[in-house]
């Protein structure tokens, strides 16, 4: 009898972890994905005063999403910390310039460039990184708007199923915050973790996890590659 192929538990908002499942599907069909978010995302204006801004920082797609959705400007440049969130900015209407990787190289490449300002940091309820607060230290006038909430959610009865069987478990996990809330998961099928980063994977460590694969960078291209990794070890693994 044929082993069942790999699960690739999803657990980032579903519209993002749709988008990454089918990037996934088009280099690599053998794995069955199972969505269960375990943070929501709530829009919450109202939006800041926008007259006098010169520009909009954004540290996630899902930042795009919310100022679009409670009806933000869209004729102002956008600066972005990797290239998934500058291509969800130019869908919304920006002209958009991605740092090409984290938080870190955001904040040096706005420093360098020295864009016009005030600037706005559209983020959410939890963030990392102090941004505005730091650029605004070195003489860059940046203000924040804070305008989704990201609500813990519930793991699903699938998703738990699965995480209590015997099939092969791959959790790809972008955020310390989502890995602080699977690491309390009851979890004993083999579990293997792509992490967007050490530090994310460094807040899942309290799971027992069974081989991890760190992206070389923070990025979608370089998450679907650790997670390719992954599948290709858990089907030899089960073969053998």
Do not use: C
């Not at 794995?31 to 995302?41: C, D, E, K, N, T």
């Not at 959410?124 to 305008?147: F, K, M, P, V, Y």
């Not at 979890?187 to 973790?193: D, E, G, Q, Y």
Request: hydrophobic share 45%; charged share 20%.
């Amino acid at each position: 009898m044929a082993k069942p192929d790999p699960i690739l538990l999803m657990t980032r908002p579903r519209a993002q972890a749709e988008e990454f499942v089918a990037q996934l599907q088009a280099r690599d069909a053998g794995f069955q994905p199972i969505f269960a978010p375990l943070i929501g995302i709530e829009y919450a204006g109202p939006l800041p005063a926008q007259d006098d801004l010169r520009g909009l920082i954004f540290t996630s797609a899902n930042g795009v999403a919310a100022w679009q959705a409670l009806g933000g400007r869209v004729d102002l440049p956008a600066y972005t910390v990797g290239n998934a969130t500058a291509q969800a900015a130019q869908r919304a209407g920006m002209t958009a310039k991605s740092a090409d990787g984290n938080a870190e190289s955001l904040i040096e490449m706005l420093l360098d460039q020295r864009p016009d300002v005030p600037l706005l940091h559209v983020r959410g309820q939890h963030s990392r990184g102090d941004l505005a607060a730091r650029l605004g230290s070195d003489g860059l006038e940046t203000r924040e708007a804070i305008l989704y909430q990201q609500p813990p959610l519930p793991l699903t009865g699938q998703a738990q199923d699965a995480l209590l069987g015997e099939t092969p478990v791959i959790a790809p996990l972008f955020s310390p915050r989502t890995a602080q809330l699977f690491a309390k998961q009851h979890i004993k099928a083999p579990l293997l973790v792509a992490g967007i980063s050490q530090t994310v994977v460094n807040a899942a460590q309290p799971l027992h996890i069974w081989k991890v694969e760190i992206a070389t960078r923070p990025e979608s291209d370089a998450m679907l590659a650790a997670v390719l990794e992954l599948l290709e070890f858990a089907r030899e693994s089960v073969e053998n």
